[in-house]
Structure formats: C-alpha cells, structure tokens
C-alpha cells in the first residue's frame, strides 16, 4: 500500500476489501486557508443526479478532522445530498449518479471495492428526525455493536456510547425502558449515543435539532462542542446562530439562477463567513435577505 502524506491514522483506515487498497494522493491545492490538518474527507468536483435532475455540482471543499462543519443554505439547494452522499446513504435512491470524487482519508469512497458496511460503521449518521428503534433504550444504543459482532463488553460500550450522548444520567436507570418513551430531544441524543456506539470515525448530521424545542436543542449544541475532540463532524443546519455557535468551518450552498442546481458558493471559517464573506451570495443570506 502506498503512502501519501502527514495523515497520520490513515494507516489504520481500512475501507475497501481485497489488497487494491491504494490511498489517493491528498490534493495539492489548499482549500482551507493554509491551515494544516489531517483532511477527512477530500471532495473533488463532486456532482450529484437524480436521474435527469442535477442536484449539486461541482463541488470542491476538504473536510478536516476534529472540526465542526456546517453545511448551510436554502431549501432544495442539496445540502442533504451532500451530506449522505459522504456515507453513500444516496445509492439506494433510484437515478443517484455521483460525479467527481470523494476522498475518504485518502480512499475513494466509491470504489468498486469499497466495503459499503465498514463505510457505515467509520461513518454514521443522524436525521432530522429522531428515529430511535421500537426496543429498549440499552437495545438501541448495543443495535450496531450486536450486529457487527463487538459482543465483549457490550454494557461498558453502551453505558459510553450514552455517556458521550450526555444522555446517560437521564436513562441510566430505566434502560430496559422503551426508547420512544423518551422525549424528542432524548431521543435525538439516543440516536447519537446509537450511531457512536460503535465508534465511527466522522458523525453526519442533518438537521439534528429542527424538530427540536430550544433548551433540547441547546443540549445538542453543547454536545456537539463535546464530541468534536473524538470526532469528525459535518452538520447540515437551516439555522446560521446555530452554524455560527457549534461550527469551526462553514459551507454555503446555494441555488444557481439559471439552472436551479446546487452549488457551493463559499466555504471557510465560521467567522469569515458570517463576518466577512467574500462572495455577495453569502452576504445576503447570512444577514438574512435571502432565504
Ligand atoms: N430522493 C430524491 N429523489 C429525487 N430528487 C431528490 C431526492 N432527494 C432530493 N432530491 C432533489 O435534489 C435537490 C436537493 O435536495 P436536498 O439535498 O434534499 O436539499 P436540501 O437538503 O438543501 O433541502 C432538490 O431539487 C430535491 O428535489
Ligand atoms: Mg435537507
């Protein structure tokens, strides 16, 4: 296998089967401002259809570790897209063709022998909508670690996984209960502590708090500053306070004029967007008028 730059737990990401493994050389050009961390992901002139329809184009941005990153923009402008095209929770969709690449610690996420399983299990993801399962609490958070066979120690993993969730407190006495007994915000928090019970690397949210009351979604917000030191995250927001509050790094999209079609306008630090955009685009949107 060869190697290709300063990333150092590349050697330890392992996504595709077979030894054709070949980590992609880390772009050259700098997206981020001369910073220097480990990218995660590296996304090159990536567009998206659904079918006749094009949803994203051309979409370059790197994704850096440890960081928190907020995807923001109008309704329809394909942040969703973006984002699950980052887990390939798009390829089921019927017409889904994705252009370009996506570098995933350097391995391409949508090689032919990519290991879709083990791209779920280092990438997870949670909705809009919290979609705890119809089990247990306890159930729910040991659901991923059961079925990939991470048996040893099952209850010291669920009891960290609700921990790091900052859920524990409230459940740690009722985790045989149901977990749609508990509240929204309760449950949005059991579906993070699920989708980190197995570890992943990076945690995709999209739109984590929207159906969420405020003082819920000040507890996902404090999370989120929480969990950015054990993780990669991404979070699709239509709320820029919250972009602004919780992300180190921000993306604008937008719809282009004339054809409708997503695109990524600007992309750097939160403050740099919110304060000082280069692009008229994020100006007007960040000071709300437009969208
Ligand atoms: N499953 C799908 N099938 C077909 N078109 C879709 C699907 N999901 C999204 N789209 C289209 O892709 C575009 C971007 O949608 P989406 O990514 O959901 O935007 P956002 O999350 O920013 O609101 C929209 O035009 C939408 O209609
Ligand atoms: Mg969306």
Not at 14 to 20: L, N
Not at 141 to 152: D, E, Q, T, Y
Not at 178 to 200: D, F, H, M, T
Request: hydrophobic residues 35%; glycine residues 8%; positive net charge.
């Amino acid at each position: 296998m060869s190697s290709s730059g300063g990333d150092a737990i590349r050697p330890r990401v392992r996504i595709q089967d077979g030894s054709a493994s070949r980590p992609v050389p880390a772009a050259q050009r700098n997206d981020n401002g001369g910073t220097r961390r480990a990218a995660v992901f590296d996304i090159r002139d990536m567009s998206v259809h659904y079918g006749e329809n094009r949803a994203l184009d051309w979409t370059t941005l790197r994704i850096d570790r440890n960081l928190v990153t907020a995807v923001i923009g109008p309704s329809g402008c394909g942040k969703s897209t973006f984002i699950r095209s980052l887990n390939r929770m798009n390829d089921s969709i019927p017409g889904f063709r994705i252009g370009g690449q996506v570098l995933y610690h350097g391995h391409d996420l949508y090689a032919r022998q990519t290991n879709r399983v083990e791209v779920r299990r280092r990438i997870g993801m949670v909705f809009q909508k919290p979609n705890p399962f119809p089990k247990s609490i306890y159930d729910n958070v040991a659901w991923a670690p059961r079925n990939l066979g991470m048996k040893s120690g099952l209850d010291e993993r669920v009891e960290r996984a609700l921990r790091h969730a900052a859920i524990w407190d409230e459940v740690k006495d009722r985790l045989r209960a149901s977990a749609l007994s508990l509240s929204g915000g309760q449950q949005q928090r059991l579906c993070i502590a699920r989708s980190i019970a197995v570890e992943p690397d990076v945690l995709l949210l999209d739109e984590p708090a929207s159906a969420l009351d405020p003082v819920a979604t000040a507890a996902i917000e404090d999370l989120m500053h929480n969990l950015k030191h054990r993780y990669t995250i991404v979070i699709v927001t239509h709320n820029m306070q919250q972009a602004a509050r919780v992300a180190d790094r921000t993306a604008f999209f937008s719809l282009d004029e004339r054809d409708r079609t997503g695109t990524l306008v600007e992309y750097g630090d939160t403050d740099t967007i919110f304060t000082n955009p280069a692009d008229p685009r994020t100006r007007d949107y960040v000071t709300g008028r437009f969208g």
